[in-house]
């Protein structure tokens, strides 16, 4: 049961537009959300997060929006640079019983010349 | 600041033979997670420890598979008698509470 979904595998875009990264989560008893950024070989690293009581962080050129009537949220890197190319993981956890994080498949980001 | 720290990073075994993988967690950080990472899917839970207790091992395989966390030293991850099905990239975290979690580098393991 993939409880975090990122419906997109793979995604082009071009350098200096923006790039729009989604997931989908399925348990409502999620409260607390991030993504992280992995190159290949590597661990992931931590990119940005936002608790339930928010709808929007800001972090740069990343933003996080989450949408809880649709258990939806959406990461925004803008303007995307080719070092950003790598896949991006969103994760989800919910603080009050468990520390553990459920990952979605991730997304393949490309960002071309 | 050193980041988290899994050693090794590749390591090759045959079947049968035990695996055991090694994080050393940020400083001052006192929860270790492990995950494991199939080819082309996500990061999976596996267990999450604190010094010398297992706090969930909800994620971990009931058999060959066993975790711990001493008061001294690194974590450990230890398999058992590998199997093929058991080649992944296995990901140890560690936080300071329950909070953020940082990422070592990941160990490779490849069963023959």
């Known amino acids: 049961d993939q409880q975090v979904k990122q419906n997109s595998p793979s995604l082009s875009v071009q350098e200096g537009r923006i790039s729009i990264l989604n997931c989908d989560y399925t348990?409502?008893?999620?409260?607390?959300f991030l993504w992280y950024k992995k190159y290949p070989a590597e661990g992931p690293t931590f990119l940005i997060s936002i608790s339930s009581i928010k709808d929007k962080n800001e972090d740069g050129r990343f933003t996080v929006f989450l949408n809880k009537s649709a258990k939806h949220l959406s990461l925004h890197i803008v303007p995307s640079q080719p070092g950003d190319s790598a896949v991006y993981f969103c994760?989800?956890?919910?603080?009050?019983?468990?520390?553990?994080?459920?990952f979605g498949t991730g997304t393949r980001l490309q960002v071309t010349l | 600041n050193a980041g988290v720290m899994q050693n090794p990073r590749h390591l090759v075994r045959r079947r049968g033979q035990e695996a055991r993988l090694r994080c050393s967690p940020m400083?001052?950080?006192?929860?270790v997670y492990w995950y494991r990472q199939l080819p082309e899917e996500g990061l999976k839970f596996m267990v999450y420890l604190q010094k010398e207790n297992i706090i969930d091992e909800s994620g971990m395989p009931k058999e060959r598979f066993s975790a711990e966390f001493p008061k001294e030293g690194p974590s450990i991850l230890r398999i058992q008698q590998v199997v093929r099905g058991d080649s992944a990239a296995y990901f140890c975290?560690?936080?300071?509470?329950?909070?953020?979690?940082?990422f070592g580098p990941g160990t490779r393991l490849l069963v023959l």
């Open positions: 975290a560690s936080s300071p509470l329950q909070e953020t979690q940082y």
């Open positions: 400083k001052g950080h006192s929860h």
């Open positions: 994760a989800a956890k919910n603080t009050g019983t468990a520390s553990k994080l459920t």
């Open positions: 348990n409502s008893m999620f409260d607390y």
